[in-house]
């Protein structure tokens, strides 16, 4: 099981490029990277997903390097609704859907 | 708006009570997932159905249990409850059982007293 290590929070002014980086050091070959956005009260939504490489689309980046051992979600020019909290998710769910931990995420608050 | 529906979107219940909570999948997703937020915590993933069938176990307690129907929806049975299943309980579905998009309904917020 690939284990996710992510930090506990983060903090940023409106307008700022922000990273958060994801540390999965056991991902196996069929795993996937998957990043999904949590308001409060309300159920996790979609971000972006990945294998490797560069990720892109209208919301946000996924950078992942070569060893796929960690990535990195890009987040440009954020704005006060994206205070959230972030979850990295690395699994082939295929074969490990009994493994699906969200771990606590990484708060993100974004100020004016 | 993601698709999912689930309901009730509160309940409040004593314990030692029993409670159903439902969940209506996205048109075409195969898949039910059931997770368990406590408050501060992270999601807990509970159990997954694909297709009427269960496919995979997460910390799921004895006293809780699931099935999804023919028409796809699903149900969380919570008993016994105790003042610590109090939470919010979200479902979640995906076209199939792979490393794919799952999308998450509001969530049933469950306060036992």
């Known amino acids: 099981l690939a284990k996710t290590t992510q930090p506990i929070s983060m903090d940023s002014y409106e307008g700022q490029e922000v990273n958060i980086t994801c540390s999965h050091n056991n991902i196996a070959t069929n795993d996937y990277i998957t990043w999904y956005q949590q308001f409060p009260s309300q159920g996790p939504r979609f971000i972006i997903q990945g294998y490797k490489t560069k990720v892109t689309n209208e919301v946000a980046s996924l950078f992942i390097p070569a060893d796929r051992k960690s990535s990195t979600l890009s987040l440009p020019r954020v704005s006060l609704s994206d205070t959230a909290v972030y979850y990295c998710?690395?699994?082939?769910?295929?074969?490990?859907?009994?493994?699906?931990?969200f771990g606590t995420g990484t708060r993100l608050q974004v100020f004016p | 708006d993601s698709g999912v529906t689930q309901t009730p979107k509160h309940l409040i219940t004593a314990t030692g009570q029993r409670v159903t909570l439902r969940c209506s999948p996205r048109s075409g997703d195969l898949s039910v997932y059931w997770y368990q937020q406590s408050l501060d915590q992270g999601l807990q993933f509970l159990i997954q159905?694909?297709?009427?069938?269960?496919?995979a176990k997460g910390n799921i307690l004895e006293r809780f249990s699931a099935q999804q129907f023919p028409d796809l929806h699903s149900e969380l049975n919570l008993s016994s409850l105790e003042l610590g299943d109090s939470a919010l309980y979200f479902c979640a579905s995906s076209v199939r059982q792979g490393s794919e998009t799952q999308y998450f309904g509001p969530g049933t917020r469950l306060l036992v007293l």
């Open positions: 159905y694909y297709n009427g069938e269960e496919r």
């Open positions: 998710l690395v699994g082939d769910f295929t074969y490990n859907t009994d493994k699906l931990i």
